[in-house]
């Protein structure tokens, strides 16, 4: 009968087993190997030892494509957290239309992200007869201030890629959602007899209730910031001047542009290793931030 069940098991899990052999394992598996080469995709590998990674170490762009995409992540998970919170928090209280402001906040993250990201370019066009963001700057500032030349300065480049990160925060509002809606009634209650005010609950009642969520969110957040890549592709180039050249359109410049697949590998193998260690960093502080119920 046990081995009826483990057969039964094996054969239900087994689509997905060899999909992730297949799509991570196997791939993980050859970054690692072609990161101690010298491959070039049109010749066979030949072994260099750590002569990669000792590259990375006299690299300057790999310091400058990891401090962008730790500005990033660190900035567009911090308002991209508030924001989703907040939004979250308004479309859990009782008010007209609801399911469809909160299908409004979700749609955007269904559309496809390069006509987004292209979408948003012609948005941040300087010439005010093209760029809706600088018309709507003239528009509620009554002509008082001048849109800035959103792609002329490593400011505002990278200022107009956090504002359009906050454009997808429709997942996040959805799961923030689910959390509001496990906080017990009788928090609030006790909270409200205690003479707490909606603020004070909103701090010191739903937020360590929530913060599971928070810590799920934020972990999220910090994989899709370390990969970001089509979006800056698509609206910056990575410039000007490098400030907004992140680390996956490094690797692919390295493999894709230069040929250089050792490198690449390597510098991917770092980028997972990157991740996985924020990851790990981020669970060991929630044991000690993050309030787990019956825990």
Request: no cysteine; proline share 6%.
């Given at each position: ?233 698509i609206m910056t180039g990575g410039g000007p001047e490098r400030s ?52």
């Open positions: 009968m046990k081995h009826d069940s483990l057969r039964t098991g094996l054969l239900w899990i087994g689509p997905w087993l060899l999909g992730f052999g297949i799509f991570t394992v196997l791939p993980v598996s050859l970054a690692i190997y072609y990161g101690f080469t010298d491959y070039t995709l049109l010749e066979s590998p030949i072994p260099v030892g750590t002569q990669n990674y000792e590259r990375m170490l006299h690299d300057e762009i790999l310091g400058t494509v990891l401090w962008n995409t730790a500005i990033f992540g660190v900035l567009s998970i911090f308002f991209g957290s508030i924001l989703s919170i907040a939004l979250a928090a308004l479309l859990s209280k009782p008010a007209r239309f609801q399911s469809f402001w909160r299908a409004a906040v979700f749609a955007p993250s269904v559309l496809p992200l390069v006509a987004i990201a292209v979408i948003f370019k012609l948005g941040y066009d300087p010439d005010p007869e093209v760029g809706l963001a600088n018309q709507m700057i003239d528009w509620f500032t009554f002509g008082a201030f001048q849109g800035p030349n959103w792609f002329g300065s490593g400011f505002w480049a990278m200022t107009a890629l956090l504002l359009m990160s906050l454009w997808s925060v429709g997942p996040a509002v959805v799961i923030y959602l689910a959390g509001l809606r496990d906080v017990p009634k009788q928090l609030h209650e006790a909270a409200s007899i205690d003479g707490v005010g909606p603020v004070g609950r909103f701090f010191h009642v739903v937020l360590p209730m929530i913060s599971p969520v928070i810590l799920f969110n934020v972990i999220i957040g910090v994989i899709n910031a370390a990969q970001v890549f089509a979006v800056p592709l907004t050249y992140f680390h996956s359109m490094y690797v692919y410049d390295q493999a894709f542009k230069f040929g250089d697949m050792g490198y690449a590998s390597a510098l991917g193998v770092l980028q997972f290793a990157i991740i996985l260690t924020l990851t790990g960093l981020i669970l060991l502080a929630g044991r000690k931030l993050v309030y787990y119920r019956g825990a």
